[in-house]
């Protein structure tokens, strides 16, 4: 006789947001920094880059896969890959893979922030089906690409470039507190920091 397959515990794939969104909030607070000219150069903002914005939200995106959580996992890897192109991009324009990246079409990221635009506006409508925190935030990044790509293009470059360093603080903070509600509503089992409900989107039965 064929022996039957015990179904797993729920335990057994735990909700991986609080690291996504921890990361982050990580890379965005580093980010905003040197754009609101707190800091200098992003030398140092490409570890966080990395290992935090890039790594740990692809780390996140995959567990929610494996929950078949498909909005989850489509959001932290994509963004988790958008932090680990600007790091090779901000390599590059410091010359690391040779002058040829250092004279590059800047109207080419340009492009890529409008996709990533893209991206996050029919995410941000997804997001409305998850909390309201979350959709906020999702508000803030579409803020953010809107400005990095009207920067990049040229279009008042100081107050658009500013205005993303203000956006990433918001979605820095933002996310710090997602994760925190996360992390003690689940380490506590009662919910310490509310995040708000969904706006009700009716989802297919």
């Not at 890897?77 to 990246?101: K, P, Q, Y």
């Not at 004279?103 to 991206?119: K, P, T, V």
């Not at 689940?186 to 009716?202: E, M, Q, Y």
């Amino acid at each position: 006789m064929q022996e039957r397959k015990i179904s797993e515990p729920a335990a057994a794939h735990p909700d991986p947001s609080a690291i996504g969104l921890f990361g982050l909030a990580m890379v965005t607070l580093e980010a905003a920094s040197q754009k609101l000219g707190i800091t200098q150069g992003y030398a140092l903002v490409l570890p966080w880059a990395i290992f935090l914005g890039s790594f740990a939200q692809l780390i996140a995106g995959f567990y929610d896969f494996k929950k078949g959580n498909v909005f989850g996992a489509t959001a932290f890897l994509g963004f988790g890959l958008f932090w680990l192109g600007m790091a090779f991009t901000w390599s590059a324009s410091d010359g690391v893979f040779g002058e040829a990246f250092i004279n590059a079409d800047m109207n080419q990221l340009g492009l890529a922030f409008l996709g990533y635009l893209i991206f996050s506006l029919y995410m941000t409508v997804g997001a409305m089906g998850t909390n309201k925190v979350l959709f906020a935030i999702f508000v803030l990044i579409d803020v953010l690409f809107l400005c990095l790509m009207l920067s990049t293009f040229g279009v008042a470059p100081a107050v658009t470039g500013f205005a993303a360093g203000i956006a990433e603080l918001g979605i820095s903070a933002l996310s710090f507190y997602a994760s925190a509600a996360n992390v003690l509503s689940n380490h506590f089992g009662r919910t310490l920091l509310p995040v708000g409900k969904p706006f009700g989107i009716a989802k297919a039965a």
